[in-house]
């Protein structure tokens, strides 16, 4: 077992399987988030438009050609016509379906022909003990070192040698993941890292606000705006993942380091640890600090925190932002969008799955 986390290596080196791509096509599309309770989102003459109630009559508040939009977010009350529903399947735009809180309730999807060689590859797999554990060390290397390299990246812009010192616990919990000889103790690992990690984010937090004191990490319910923050972007970039788990083929619910279990993208979970830290702790730290989310953008309901609708409207511009952002994923070599890097990430999964090459994890430095 290697010492340190895997390097990056290219696909020539690792000598993949040349059927199943890896680098996804550009797309400069972009996301339609419809949040307004009561949102009718409809097919007019080709276009895509969104109607809100007025009254007894609906207000059109955005008309759009369909060839700009490559899937389309309904939050809460908001719907959309069983014509416009086939227009997006014909169109190949993904229709995906959010509570109000940010649960992910759903996908729809033109109807794809899963690859039948891969699937019976990745269920092998996850019944191999070995193959499993391998997997599911990557995506927690992965996971915590850029969780390592977000904390050095505050301590030196803000010279902050405390945050120096926790980042080098969390790079020595990482070493030991190496060492770790089951599922069971790689996992206990993981856990102790995360909780190093979130134990920093008071000081990661530059916002003189009691509404924005973050004490721990809470879910299911979140206790307060930051927790609400994280599990309502986590959300977004989950059906972010688990898109592109479907369009490579993959099953998004049977994973490695997630074991299966009824209603959890186990593989969609499996490839987003890489990208928490990148995308999901950035876009809420980035937020809060600059101010893009006030107090009044949060509520205490049900128990817990959630966001209002303008609190909503808020994280999807900021994470609209960083699902556009560039990066070159390790191994891949190319510049891709951020959303085109976790479809990428899952393509090297499938080449990895069908043809025993090492699995190249996201990471950034």
Known sequence: MPSSPPTATSASESKPDASIPVVPAADPSRTLYVDTCGAIVRKRRGRIVVEKPDGEDRETVLTLPAVDVERVVLVGRASCTS??????????????????????????????????????????????????LRLARSFVQAKLTNQRTLLRRYARRRSAPALAEDAD?????????????????????????????????????????????????????????????????????????????????????????????????????????????AVVHSVVLSMVNRGAINASDVEARDGGVYLTESGRKAVYDAYEDRRQTTVTPPGLGTEVAYHRAFEAQARLLARTLTSGADYVPFTVR
């Open 83 to 132: 014509a416009a529903q086939r227009f997006f399947l014909e169109r190949g735009i993904d229709t995906i379906f959010l509570s109000w809180n940010g649960r992910l309730e759903g996908h729809l999807q033109a109807a794809c022909s899963p690859r039948p060689a891969l699937r019976r590859a990745q269920y092998r797999a996850a019944e191999a003990p070995e193959v499993q």
């Open 169 to 277: 616990t969390v790079d020595a919990l990482l070493n030991r993941t190496s060492r770790c000889s089951d599922l069971q103790a790689l996992r206990g690992v993981e856990g102790q890292a995360t909780r190093r990690y979130y134990e920093t984010w008071p000081a990661l937090l530059q916002r003189d606000d009691p509404a924005f004191e973050f004490p721990k990490r809470t879910r299911r319910p979140p206790e307060d705006a930051v927790n609400a923050l994280i599990s309502f972007t986590g959300a977004l970039a989950l059906s972010d993942v688990r898109a592109a788990c479907v369009a490579s083929g993959l099953d998004p619910g049977h994973g490695f380091l997630h074991e299966p279990r009824r209603g959890c993208p186990g593989c969609a979970l499996d490839l987003l640890e890489a990208f928490r830290p």
